[in-house]
């Protein structure tokens, strides 16, 4: 097998795992769009419910490659992990690069659906930059 065979070889392998780990990182769709803060006091962990009427500031909407929270949150997610999935939850690891009260930083959390349709959203570590 000549050299240029084996480079296409490896390459058209790698190419064909790219879709499972992509597929492997997707969030489920339970996951997307629009969830309203549930009111109590600021904390690292941060619950959404489902409803109508949500007040802007109180919104986050998660798309498959960001989300966004309230009016000046923006984060496009650098990594995403599924950690420990069961039928009552789905939680993924991430980071995001954010942009947000006129400064850049990165995000490290958790975001984590259940089945009572109550989405969390965790900072484990924030660095400001």
Wanted: aromatic share 10%.
């Amino acid at each position: 097998m000549s050299m240029k065979t084996l480079l296409l070889a490896s390459a058209l392998g790698l190419a064909a795992l790219s879709p499972a780990k992509a597929e492997a990182n997707k969030f489920p769709a339970e996951m997307l769009g629009s969830w309203c803060v549930v009111d109590g006091p600021p904390s690292d962990t941060t619950p959404y419910v489902r409803k109508s009427g949500c007040v802007e500031d109180g919104k986050l909407i998660v798309s498959p490659i960001s989300f966004t929270a309230g009016n000046d949150l923006y984060c496009k997610f650098t990594s995403k992990k599924p950690i420990r999935p069961t039928k009552l939850a789905a939680s993924y690891g991430f980071t995001a690069k954010c942009d947000g009260d006129g400064r850049k930083f990165t995000w490290k959390g958790r975001i984590e659906y259940r089945s009572d349709d109550t989405l969390f959203l965790t900072r484990i570590t924030p660095e400001m930059g």
